[in-house]
């Protein structure tokens, strides 16, 4: 039996995956060591130290990157340059802030997991384990604050197609909504978010009636919900 309803906190969704995915970091260690370039570096890299070997430039102590919102930061960083890609371990944080004017709001994400790896030729990103995904969003005058959080054991994300994944032990909570699954699919071409095995999402929504808020429990193997019609249908 299918049951129709909306669901609040699968709104989320959407804005996690936009600030997640928007997240392209490209390394490349510098060929020619006291070269002032012209123009200032779309990242700047710091550590305490840095060995580079193989066409692989190994980062440890105080690995911070910056560029523009974005700032990652770790104990230990793995870098090549040709194919590119980038592995952050021991305590790494990807921070990340954003105006967004048309909203007038400026959002937070904050993602912490024990290793991220970026493959910035394939367009992949990968988060595992133990990861942990805050997103915050408050107005320009303040007044409003809300807040979304998503943990799992493993994140998977695909730059050209806007895919993203959670796996095992999915978990999602806001203020006032909480979902939990094995598996939450997000696919931005078709405005789609999919939380599949045992999965449950329990939310408040308005009664029309009554006009107060009541909470609202949909289970399933399979629940379906369009970020843009805001229907959830669960199997």
């Known amino acids: 039996?299918?049951?129709?309803?909306?669901?609040?906190?699968?709104?989320?969704?959407?804005?996690?995956?936009?600030?997640?995915?928007?997240?392209e970091i490209s390394f490349e260690p510098a060929s020619n060591t006291f070269y002032i370039p012209d123009t200032k570096p779309d990242i700047v890299i710091t550590a305490n130290t840095m060995l580079v070997k193989d066409g692989i430039a190994t980062l440890e102590g105080d690995v911070k990157a910056t560029r523009e919102g974005d700032i990652l930061t770790c104990n230990r960083a793995l870098v090549s340059n040709s194919p590119?890609?980038?592995?952050?371990?021991?305590?790494?944080?990807?921070?990340?802030?954003?105006?967004?004017?048309?909203?007038?709001?400026?959002?937070?994400?904050n993602l912490e997991a024990r290793s991220i790896f970026?493959?910035?030729?394939?367009?992949?990103?990968?988060?595992?384990?133990?990861?942990?995904?805050?997103?915050?969003?408050?107005?320009?005058?303040?007044?409003?604050?809300?807040?979304?959080?998503?943990?799992?054991?493993?994140?998977?994300?695909?730059?050209?197609?806007?895919?993203?994944?959670?796996?095992?032990?999915?978990?999602?909570?806001?203020?006032?909504?909480f979902g939990r699954g094995h598996r939450l699919d997000y696919l931005k071409e078709t405005s789609t978010a999919i939380l599949t095995g045992d999965a449950m999402v329990e939310t408040q929504e308005l009664n029309k009636k009554t006009g107060k808020m009541e909470k609202r429990k949909l289970e399933g193997q399979k629940i379906t919900y369009n970020t843009d019609t805001k229907e959830a249908v669960s199997e």
């Open 1 to 23: 039996m299918k049951k129709h309803v909306i669901i609040l906190l699968a709104a989320t969704l959407l804005c996690i995956a936009l600030s997640v995915m928007a997240t």
């Open 84 to 109: 590119r890609w980038l592995i952050a371990s021991l305590t790494p944080r990807l921070y990340r802030r954003e105006t967004i004017p048309e909203l007038k709001v400026i959002r937070e994400t």
């Open 118 to 177: 970026f493959d910035s030729d394939k367009g992949r990103f990968n988060a595992s384990d133990s990861v942990n995904v805050k997103i915050e969003e408050r107005s320009w005058d303040l007044a409003t604050y809300s807040w979304v959080v998503v943990t799992a054991d493993e994140m998977l994300g695909f730059r050209d197609s806007g895919r993203l994944i959670f796996s095992g032990n999915v978990r999602i909570k806001d203020k006032d909504s």
